[in-house]
């Protein structure tokens, strides 16, 4: 069976399957990491856009990632930290990144 997209994971020809790029993880990472800022600090950011990231392959994955975020008409750039292991997400740091 020749590999792409549609049965990238799976050995049956018919299945559908996404394939989540690393575009769509920082994407995933940086929304879980506002949802659990606005839930541990009683704030209400929301994430206008991931302007860059990483990931650091361990015994896990370490997403370190620059984020715009909005909260109410101030607009913020962030540098958070989420850490992916097996079965567990956990934000590690979410710092404000102070202008020039």
Aim: proline fraction near 1%; charge should be positive; aromatic fraction near 8%.
């Amino acid at each position: 069976m020749a590999f792409n997209e549609s049965n990238a994971f799976s050995s049956k020809s018919d299945a559908k399957v996404r394939v989540m790029t690393i575009d769509d993880m920082m994407k995933k990472y940086a929304a879980y990491a506002v949802d659990v800022h606005n839930r541990t600090q009683k704030r209400k950011m929301e994430l206008v856009k991931v302007i860059d990231g990483n990931v650091q392959v361990m015994a896990g994955f370490m997403y370190h990632i620059t984020i715009r975020v909005k909260h109410g008409r101030e607009s913020k750039i962030c540098k958070v930290q989420v850490w992916h292991g097996t079965g567990k997400d956990q934000l590690v740091s979410f710092e404000e990144v102070l202008p020039r």
